[in-house]
């Protein structure tokens, strides 16, 4: 009975059946190959134009072998790198944008790896430092721009279902697995279901599951390329877990355990010890300590350079308000920060008035309190710029959520639980959302929801990279000029 139980009705085979290579292995390898060939490419041809081109020398004495030779050596590191990426991306364990900055990284490791090996074999002052130059250069744009169309394609086909890539393998009570099944669309994520086992049909008069049936479960799958078998179950059954992850140690395969629950937002993110035991997390700081010291030393140095570029500017919007306008240059406002501590936050006055506290009107647009070069400056952004003084004394970043007033900041909450969750990480003075689109006013849910959606992912999936991407969209984008007001 229990070997007709395998896998939606198939029976077990006592002959063993072939290994098969799975669509992971081969996705994982052919963008490796792909990247790798393209970064080869990429390194000799300008070393070939420039020889025969600009030298003009002929095709019998252009050094083929050397370069040939080199541009093998660096496509073959940067292919080794890529398919590090490309398993990493497949797998989920990273962000597309996280794996696309990894492409220049790998990139300029290849590059320098390959060059220091052709200085230890004697061969480097053979090769000219301005193809090397120019072929490193021409290569940061289109392996960034060939990796991110590829993975950019590849999580369309998945989100999709078109690609399903993993085999997963599923054991358990029969309404556990159907529930877990349904709630999980694991079509969406790459994942096919390879075969079920339902454990409530195993079951001895001892209540226990026959070890045997468990092996030739995961041995018939495994078998036929599935990877990953998960339990579905009461989490607190450790013995009995154990017992059954105990008879599958003989395998080389994934083995997970889901809770049996139609719960779907509550995220377990990993296992981490507490002394002698593991436990559960369920959340954790979105940055580490040197992810800290990285971004506050990115903060400090745009800030600094920011100010001293920019003073000139500064000054003659001061003046320009000064003249425009009666009241102060600046204007200071209560704002809520990091963990939710309240700071002032620093601008350049574009209104006839300065209000603060929990007693204020949000800016409209045709908003007639706006002075005619308040409506220049918040239209270009310029009166956010004494914010860089924030950023200076650690009260802000460059990049992050958005603070907003006291008053709006309690309002927002009530509308969406998982508003309040932007305060664990400094707010900036551009980020992911406003480079998308959502600043202004924020009237309706759609608002609300689409901005705290963009902040979270922000702050999920940050990176160095991350930020100076958001840098240069704040600059050159005319989405992020969208609805200011």
């Known amino acids: ?6 896998g939606l009705g198939h029976r077990i085979e006592r ?33 070939l134009l420039y020889h025969a081109v600009l030298l003009r020398v002929p095709a019998n004495e252009v050094p083929f072998e050397l370069y040939g030779a080199y541009s093998t050596l660096v496509g073959v ?29 790998g990139w300029t490791a290849a590059f320098a790896i390959a060059l220091f090996g052709a200085f230890l074999a004697g061969v480097a002052g053979d090769l000219s430092r301005v193809s090397l130059s120019s072929a490193y250069l021409v290569g940061v744009p289109v392996l960034l721009f060939a990796r991110n169309v590829a993975y950019a394609r590849l999580g369309a086909r998945i989100s999709t279902g078109r690609l399903q890539y993993q085999k997963v393998s599923v054991i358990g009570a029969r309404g556990d697995v159907v529930r877990f099944l349904l709630n999980g669309n694991l079509w969406k994520s790459g994942y096919q279901l390879a075969g079920t086992l339902y454990v ?9 599951i026959p070890s045997s049936a468990i092996v030739e479960f995961a041995q018939h799958w495994l078998a036929r390329g599935s990877e990953n078998i998960v339990f579905v179950g009461e989490l607190g059954d450790i013995d009995g877990l154990e017992r059954i992850v105990g008879e599958l140690k003989r395998f080389a395969i994934n083995v997970v355990c889901a809770p049996a629950t139609s719960n779907t937002s509550f995220k377990f993110l990993d296992v981490v010890p507490i002394g002698p035991n593991n436990a559960l997390r369920f959340l954790r700081k979105p940055m580490s300590d040197g992810a800290v010291l990285l971004k506050r030393a990115f903060d400090l140095a745009g800030a600094s350079l920011g100010l001293l570029l920019l003073a000139p500017l500064l000054l003659l919007v001061a003046v320009l308000i000064k003249l425009d306008s009666r009241g102060p240059v600046f204007y200071r406002q209560e704002r809520r920060g990091f963990n939710g501590e309240t700071f002032f936050i620093w601008k350049f006055r574009s209104m006839t008035v300065t209000e603060s506290g929990r007693k204020m009107t949000q800016v409209r647009v045709g908003d007639r309190r706006i002075t ?112 200011a007001v």
């Open 372 to 483: 005619r070069v308040g409506a220049i400056i918040r239209k270009t952004s310029i009166d956010e710029l004494p914010q860089l003084f924030n950023v200076l004394r650690g009260e802000m970043s460059l990049v992050g959520p958005r603070p907003h007033a006291l008053v709006h900041d309690d309002e927002l909450g009530e509308q969406l639980a998982s508003y309040a969750h932007r305060q664990r990480i400094k707010p900036g003075i551009t980020g992911w959302a406003q480079v998308n689109g959502y600043r202004g006013e924020t009237t309706t849910f759609e608002q609300i929801e689409g901005r705290t959606r963009h902040d979270l992912y922000y702050i999920d999936n940050w990176s160095i990279f991350f930020d100076c991407w958001i840098v240069i969209l704040t600059v050159f984008s005319p989405k992020t000029r969208r609805n």
């Open 77 to 105: 590191l940067y292919g080794a790198f890529s398919v590090s990426s490309a398993s990493r991306f497949l797998t989920r364990s990273e962000r597309q944008h996280n794996i696309v900055a990894d492409a220049a990284l």
């Open 200 to 208: 409530d049909e195993l079951r001895g008069p001892d209540g226990r």
């Open 15 to 47: 002959r063993s059946a072939p290994r098969h290579t799975s669509s992971h292995q081969v996705l994982t390898w052919g963008l490796g190959l792909a990247e790798g060939a393209l970064a080869s490419l990429t390194m000799l041809v300008p070393a």
């Open 1 to 6: 009975m229990a070997q007709e139980q395998f």
